[in-house]
């Protein structure tokens, strides 16, 4: 126990700082991070006997994390989402020709299980996980938010269903997830931005109304990102993506529930609590 606290705590204070430097600083941890979910991603996907094209996974998630990185190197801050469409399109079309031409003594000859998994992981790891970014170049007070509601979500839901739990949310997926323990961590979500947006009101125009939307997006789809992980662990027969972070598992089992929420948060802080649809 006093191992999985260290490293937990440790992981937060490195993360914290880089988190609060950010520029070039955050944008080097977050793309090792890109390749290390990348990599467990692909190891989940093969345990499960599927085989995607593994350097392209990792290819477009790069292409995806350098495209969000740009504002950070003095680019527009709206070029990333220009450029996304682009990027989507061609890591598809680019998948469908590498798995096209792919069959030798090493590598099997694609299947269709192959090319979905492939567009799959570039789009798990790849585009939800760059929204990251573009959030903290929004300010940091609106990361901090972010992040915190996701971590309380979590908080909630666990302590909830400890104390509280009786009906089975989605037991063939995650047998110890249970309604209780879910609506308790959608509570604590709502809280915490709450809290968070009336000591920040001036960065959210004083309106505690986006408090509200905030812990609901984060409350809701933070549970579904947890949950798809588990769906695919539990499809794969695995119980963490990896080990990187010892007792905690890997990074994915860490920040699955944060990839859900991102996209949401980010385009309802640029649409309607900056005003820049």
Excluded at 20 to 35: A, E, H, K, M
Excluded at 103 to 132: C, M, Q, R, W
Aim: with cysteine; hydrophobic share 50%; net charge positive.
């Amino acid at each position: 126990m006093n191992n999985r606290f260290l490293v937990g705590l440790s992981v937060f204070v490195f993360f914290f700082i880089c988190l609060y430097i950010g520029g070039w600083v955050l944008s080097l941890i977050g793309l090792f991070v890109t390749l290390q979910v990348t990599s467990e991603y692909i190891n989940i996907v093969r345990a499960k006997g599927i085989h995607p094209s593994k350097w392209w996974i990792r290819f477009v998630g790069i292409l995806f994390w350098f495209t969000t990185s740009l504002p950070v190197f003095g680019y527009p801050s709206d070029l990333p989402l220009k450029l996304y469409v682009f990027v989507f399109t061609f890591g598809v079309i680019g998948c469908f020709f590498r798995l096209i031409f792919r069959g030798n003594k090493n590598e099997p000859i694609a299947s269709i299980s192959d090319i979905g998994a492939s567009v799959l992981g570039f789009v798990y790891t790849g585009l939800l996980p760059s929204f990251f970014l573009l959030i903290r170049e929004l300010g940091f007070i609106y990361v901090i938010v972010t992040i915190l509601a996701v971590a309380y979500c979590d908080i909630g839901a666990y302590f909830g269903g400890k104390i509280f739990g009786k009906n089975p949310l989605k037991p063939e997926i995650s047998p110890k997830k249970t309604f209780e323990g879910s609506l308790s961590g959608f509570v604590f979500s709502l809280l915490m931005t709450l809290t968070l947006v009336y000591f920040n009101q001036e960065a959210f125009n004083h309106n505690l109304f986006h408090g509200v939307m905030i812990g609901v997006i984060a409350g809701i789809f933070s549970q579904f990102g947890d949950l798809f992980e588990s769906l695919l662990k539990r499809d794969a027969g695995l119980k963490d993506s990896g080990n990187l972070l010892l007792s905690h598992g890997g990074i994915l089992d860490r920040l699955d529930s944060y990839f859900f929420v991102l996209w949401a948060v980010y385009f309802y802080l640029l649409w309607v609590v900056l005003g820049r649809f």
